[in-house]
């Protein structure tokens, strides 16, 4: 088939305020949709690398529209993008009643930093304070100090991708139905998807996670010094550490009191202590090569200039040219039939016509048919994934109504059941990534069960996996087989690396993906300390894989036909770093870490409050901002020398002494009500205890009541609703008796001394 744009003919208006409605917008421009960009002031803060970055192919206004052109703009939108702030289009004329006399059957997706509801609806947020507010920031950077604001902005990259994710299951219904939906996502509360696993400890066990200077729960499962820097040395796939542990020349390593990763985890010091010195005359790419070419997932601790010049990149033409010079990323997964498109991005340019697109056409389906459906039922997916990031992707089409079921060998158990025999339906973390999913258990080898996944996959809609190129294949349930069974199947395969490329056959984990990608070295203090992980990315890649499933489901919507999504992590991390790649081409250095500070505002920072490990985040983003909070602190703040932004800046260190003597007995929560109240961006560093116990959440309604569990919450909202947690993670072959007996076949019988898991094989 002809190479189409996946989004071809949908028209979306982008009120542009924070970062997560432009990077919706810059997917859904190049994916083929008309989208006209209408900045609602935010962008003044944002570099040209960020601008070029976050508006590629977008038909950018070169002025607020009046009246009679914006409503034309929205009644002729299919989907409306909303991020100008909590009631800042209905003082334009247009609240929400108005707009959906306009446009019935529009999409309109509100991103507001805390919600369209809730004591925090109208509270102030940028980059750092929604980091803290999302309790990422609490385990980011060293356990001794402050806790360390991420340069990617996570917070709000994550609530663009689920924007997206949103707005195309809102139009899947809209085919439907013909109705048009409100949906209503906090930045807040979409990022803590990324803190999923901690907020799930807290609720289950009570722990409460803190940052430890990137102290991975495994062992050995971080960035370690070697010869010309660092590289991440990764315990895993786990079955293949002792057949690479000689390489280390230590016997020891060998020894049975090391021989499980629960040994390892055990004696913490001892291992890395026997692994150091060998690491040491180690340069981090030759490192790479010798633990991949184990079976390990190793990889250098890249610049973003080194990134730039990676050999997979080069060989997969990753890199494109960007509008006024410097490279940046292309597409984020590769469709097997879809074009992208990274075009122009100055004032008034775009595809033709995208200004004054023509209305809709109406729905084929009757209006109501259908309504109360969530926007996935009857959706089947097959889900072969293990570990983080696919099981989030296959979670979020669960969460929305889908039908998914996770596919098991019970000879080698996901390691998130927990690693252990008597843990493998006990494990919280398998509760939430796997909620809503149901099990089944087979063996591949063996015919009746090859029959019971012929059956299943006539019916399917999607199958996802996130194994190494050629493992579907050699199950014998590769894109060619599958399509077979089923023409109009989709198969997402997210591997680490890509399809194609000198690294294909590579295997790799977030660790390994924070560092190859770059994306781990623009976290730092500053320019004296090493390179801190976020940990937010088997999420984040997690997320943009069903971006990537639901592009391929509305593409098909039109056309009937299935396709396969090659999806390289590798490149969707680096995707999360575009504008940085974009500033290192053009410069040619590495750019230059930040800390808690940001590069526009000043002050910003992270100050120690009233309590053990009790943080406050603020952002001063104007001068008038300045003059309240100095007005309100007395003292030195109103010297006359901070009065502007550049004077600040310079005087930085300053005012960090400053705030931190104002800060140093107040609590946390009653300072960010004080300067909010001032109209100054703030949050309390919470951490997975806090977000429990949190007024604002509580009031949304955000914690789920599942049977006897508390799960966390949606990351988004639709006002015709659709989105619920039906059970927590599956036991162990739950469907086994349904899915063998429609297939005509027997169940088979689990025995216990037959299954394999993570943690107990070495």
């Not at 002809?2 to 009120?15: D, F, I, M, N, R």
């Not at 976290?523 to 990537?548: L, Q």
């Amino acid at each position: 088939m002809p190479q189409t744009p996946p989004l071809a003919g949908l028209h979306v208006v982008e009120l542009s305020g924070h970062v997560a409605g432009a990077y919706c917008g810059k997917l859904m421009a190049g994916f083929g949709a008309g989208v006209v960009q209408i900045d609602g002031g935010h962008d003044a803060a944002l570099d040209d690398a960020a601008q070029t970055w976050f508006h590629s192919a977008k038909h950018r206004l070169p002025a607020m529209p009046d009246r009679a052109t914006l409503a034309g703009l929205l009644q002729s939108a299919d989907i409306v993008i909303d991020a100008w702030g909590v009631d800042a289009l209905a003082a334009a004329g247009f609240d929400a009643a108005a707009l959906r006399a306009l446009n019935a059957r529009a999409i309109v997706c509100r991103i507001t930093p805390y919600g369209l509801s809730g004591p925090k609806r109208g509270w102030a947020a940028d980059d750092i304070t929604l980091y803290a507010a999302a309790g990422l920031m609490h385990s980011t950077g060293d356990g001794g100090r402050a806790p360390l604001n991420a340069r990617p902005r996570v917070a709000e990259l994550t609530a663009g991708m689920n924007a997206y994710f949103a707005c195309l299951g809102a139009l899947l219904r809209r085919q439907r139905d013909g109705g048009g939906d409100d949906i209503d996502l906090a930045i807040a509360e979409s990022a803590m998807d990324n803190y999923e696993v901690a907020i799930m400890e807290a609720l289950a066990l009570g722990r409460i996670a803190r940052r430890n200077g990137d102290q991975h729960a495994m062992v050995p499962w971080r960035t370690y010094p070697c010869a010309d820097g660092e590289a991440a040395i990764i315990g895993g796939p786990i079955r293949h550490w002792l057949a690479a542990a000689p390489m280390f020349g230590a016997p020891e390593l060998l020894d049975p009191e090391l021989a499980t990763m629960g040994d390892r985890i055990a004696r913490r010091a001892e291992t890395e202590a026997l692994m150091r010195p060998w690491l040491g005359t180690q340069t981090k790419r030759a490192l790479f090569e010798a633990g991949q070419n184990a079976g390990l997932a190793w990889a250098p601790l890249a610049s973003m200039p080194e990134a730039l010049a990676d050999p997979q990149h080069a060989a997969r033409g990753y890199f494109v040219d960007a509008p006024g010079g410097g490279r940046m990323p292309g597409a984020p997964f590769r469709l097997q039939r879809g074009t992208w498109d990274h075009g122009p991005v100055a004032a008034g340019e775009g595809r033709a016509g995208a200004q004054t697109p023509a209305a809709p056409a109406p729905s084929a389906v009757p209006v109501g048919a259908q309504s109360g459906a969530a926007p996935f039922a009857g959706l089947r997916v097959l889900d072969f994934t293990h570990d983080w990031a696919g099981p989030h992707a296959a979670r979020l089409f669960a969460d929305y109504g889908a039908e998914v079921i996770k596919i098991e060998y019970p000879g080698r158990l996901d390691g998130m059941r927990g690693g252990y025999v008597e843990k493998i339906d006990g494990h919280p973390r398998f509760w939430q990534l796997h909620r809503g999913k149901q099990s089944l258990t087979l063996d591949l080898k063996i015919d009746a069960h090859r029959t019971v996944l012929d059956h299943l996959v006539r019916d399917a809609d999607l199958v996802i996996e996130n194994s190494r190129p050629g493992v579907m294949d050699r199950k014998g349930y590769g894109y060619e087989r599958l399509r077979t069974l089923n023409p109009r199947i989709v198969l997402l395969s997210m591997s680490a690396f890509g399809a194609s490329g000198p690294y294909a056959r590579y295997c790799g984990y977030g660790g390994t993906l924070e560092a190859i990608s770059g994306l781990q070295s623009l976290t730092a203090y500053d320019a004296d300390s090493r390179w801190f992980r976020v940990r937010e990315m088997d999420v984040m890649n997690g997320i943009m894989g069903a971006c990537a499933a639901i592009t391929a489901l509305w593409q098909r919507a039109g056309d009937g036909a299935g396709q396969w999504i090659d999806l390289s992590e590798n490149e969707t991390t680096g995707w999360f770093v575009g504008e940085f790649f974009l500033q290192a081409s053009r410069t040619g250095t590495q750019p230059e870490p930040l800390g808690n500070r940001h590069a526009t505002h000043a002050p910003q920072g992270c100050y120690a409050c009233l309590g053990d490990d009790r943080w406050l985040a603020l952002c001063v983003r104007s001068d008038a901002q300045w003059q309240r909070l100095a007005a309100h602190i007395g003292g030195s703040a109103t010297d006359p020398r901070f009065a502007r932004t550049a004077q600040r800046h310079a005087l930085h260190d300053e005012l960090d002494a400053l705030l931190a003597d104002w800060l140093r007995g107040q609590d946390a929560l009653q300072a960010a009500d004080t300067l909010q109240a001032l109209g100054i961006a703030a949050s309390p560093v919470m951490n997975a205890g806090d977000l429990l116990a949190d007024a604002h959440l509580a009031a949304r309604g955000w914690l789920l009541q599942v049977g006897d569990d508390r799960l966390p919450g949606l990351p988004f909202r639709y006002a015709r609703g659709g989105g619920a947690v039906r059970h927590r993670g599956p036991r162990l072959g739950d469907a086994n008796a349904r899915c063998f007996d429609a297939a005509g076949q027997t169940p088979p019988d689990l025995d216990p001394a037959s299954i394999g898991t993570a943690y107990a094989t070495a």
